[in-house]
């Protein structure tokens, strides 16, 4: 079956296979006894989904006995829907596309084991400027200073920016901490003129929790 999969997507169109069956294209050929088509399924349910595939790393593919070559695939699958995800970015109103910026924050910022924080930096219209993680590894937002977060808005000339950190648990509802840096750091953007426009919760590909979305901002 994995041998007819390409010919299908060019006959059919890629739409026409499942999660599994484009994952077998990319993995290609057979492995070492198994299936390409079978490896993509247990790799997929390993991962919980396809929305695990955001946060695969060299050491997690390792581990499920995924060769270098077809690591190196994936890797660079995930890496290229990142980074098209921040094209469709660029001219868009950041404002009305929440669901767009976390999708791009999950596979561009996603790690399975470590949390990570960083900013969106805006211009007027609310387009995108630039990103940037600021912090990576167990975070208290409590002990996060927001100076060190308009600092860089000042150093992109941003005139509003979109906080967004990752939530390694797969749950993205807002802690107490959240709730209270959230408030702490729109103040913060207030008295220097540069707005909170959302803080975003990553859980990973389609996980996701918007602060203004919530009223908290």
């Not at 094209?87 to 996603?110: E, M």
């Not at 702490?184 to 426009?197: C, F, K, N, Q, T």
Request: net charge neutral; charged share 25%; proline share 2%.
């Amino acid at each position: 079956m994995s041998e007819r999969l390409p010919d299908r997507l060019l006959r059919d169109g890629a739409r026409s296979l499942s999660n599994a069956e484009l994952l077998a294209v990319l993995l290609h050929s057979s492995c070492r006894g198994r299936s390409v088509l079978r490896l993509a399924d247990e790799l997929l349910q390993d991962l919980g989904g396809l929305a695990g595939l955001g946060e695969v790393d060299e050491q997690l593919l390792d581990r499920q006995g995924i060769g270098n070559v077809r690591a190196a695939i994936l890797l660079a699958a995930r890496e290229l829907a990142a980074r098209l995800g921040r094209t469709k970015l660029i001219d868009r109103q950041i404002l009305d596309h929440p669901a767009v910026v976390a999708n791009y924050v999950a596979l561009r910022f996603g790690c399975a084991d470590q949390e990570v924080m960083g900013v969106l930096f805006l211009d007027v219209r609310n387009q995108l400027i630039a990103d940037r993680e600021l912090f990576r590894g167990t975070l208290s937002r409590i002990n996060v200073e927001p100076r060190q977060i308009f600092r860089a808005a000042l150093h992109h000339r941003a005139s509003s920016i979109v906080l967004f950190h990752t939530h390694t648990s797969g749950d993205p509802t807002p802690s107490a901490d959240d709730l209270v840096f959230t408030r702490r750091l729109e103040e913060a953007g207030r008295l220097m003129g540069i707005r909170l426009v959302d803080h975003l919760i990553v859980a990973g590909l389609g996980r996701w929790v918007s602060m203004a979305r919530q009223g908290q901002i």
